[in-house]
């Protein structure tokens, strides 16, 4: 029921399945993108602050490593996001998803060349701006994903969105199984996208101390730090985000709190520091008890969420 034909999403990417992965900050790399694009979803290699020249080697060595679609996620407030809009035109990255400001600028140079442009929003007012612009989709996400987070629930955000604009809606934040699935599609969203669970995939490169710690968490594992920043992000509870929390309950200057962040991604994904490392993830982390292959994740999901209609009566099992 949910793998129909008339799909808006796998048409617009060209997989079999609805799902894109998270483009996530030193997770989101040819590796990983790579196996979610040969299992049948879409996979995306995060720009982030990557230096140019790293990044043209490392879409390269994706299409060395899937002759499917994958994408490239552009996260706009970089200072490193104009040469990451420059190589995806250069090397026609089929797929471009935008975060962390506006993508008018991305649309306008990428759209004319055939690129899928789909932000992800976090509120109804931006999901219509990104529509009057010319985006191909809205990935709506929600409070409860990890990395950099707005203010509503995946509950209330997507089916808002979906109600507001005409391009389909992809669903982000808290999913994480078939039920997570269901959910979505039942909130108006036509499609997934999911990045925790992909942390906890074999082709993914982070640190085991990383995989580990998304594996151990439970339902109140993960904590929210930056907002006096403005700029929040969900990670792992650790003592990195003890301090923090420290540092912004007593109003520490904007400076001291950013210095205290640097550097810990890198810590976190390449050095496996999860006292002081930044682990990135959604409040899902809880429900990730195993690691398998990226394919296998997604076939699992998507088969779950038939059996989970069939149970609700509203497929034949």
């Not at 990417?13 to 483009?23: A, D, E, N, S, V």
């Not at 203010?151 to 934040?173: D, F, H, R, Y």
């Amino acid at each position: 029921m949910l793998l129909r034909d008339d799909n808006r999403i796998c048409k617009i990417l060209g997989t079999k399945y609805p799902i894109i992965q998270g483009g996530m900050a030193w997770v989101a790399n040819a590796e990983l993108a790579s196996a979610v694009s040969n299992g049948g979803g879409l996979g995306v290699i995060a720009a982030a602050n990557t230096p140019p020249e790293i990044l043209e080697q490392e879409i390269l060595k994706a299409k060395s490593m899937t002759d499917k679609p994958f994408g490239l996620n552009i996260m706009l407030m970089s200072p490193t996001a104009n040469d990451a809009l420059e190589i995806a035109a250069k090397l026609k990255v089929p797929v471009v998803t935008t975060g962390a400001g506006s993508p008018g600028k991305v649309l306008e140079r990428l759209k004319p060349l055939g690129t899928v442009v789909i932000p992800v929003v976090a509120s109804v007012t931006q999901a219509r701006r990104v529509e009057k612009q010319g985006a191909d989709a809205v990935i709506a996400e929600g409070m409860e994903a990890g990395g950099h987070i707005g203010e509503l629930t995946t509950m209330v955000l997507t089916p808002q969105v979906s109600g507001a604009v005409k391009i389909p809606v992809i669903c982000a934040g808290g999913v994480v199984d078939g039920r997570g699935v269901v959910a979505a599609f039942a909130l108006g969203a036509e499609g997934v996208q999911v990045g925790t669970r992909f942390i906890c995939c074999e082709e993914c490169t982070v640190h085991m101390n990383y995989k580990k710690a998304v594996i151990s968490a439970k339902d109140r594992s993960t904590a929210v730090t930056g907002q006096s920043l403005g700029h929040p992000v969900r990670c792992l509870r650790n003592k990195l985000t003890a301090e923090f929390e420290r540092l912004e309950g007593m109003n520490a200057p904007a400076s001291e709190i950013e210095a205290l962040g640097t550097g810990k991604l890198r810590a976190a994904v390449v050095d496996g520091d999860t006292d002081w490392g930044s682990l990135m993830a959604g409040q899902s982390a809880a429900m990730v008890n195993e690691i398998l292959p990226a394919k296998v994740i997604i076939e699992n999901m998507f088969a779950d969420a038939e059996k989970v209609l069939s149970r609700a009566g509203m497929v034949k099992a």
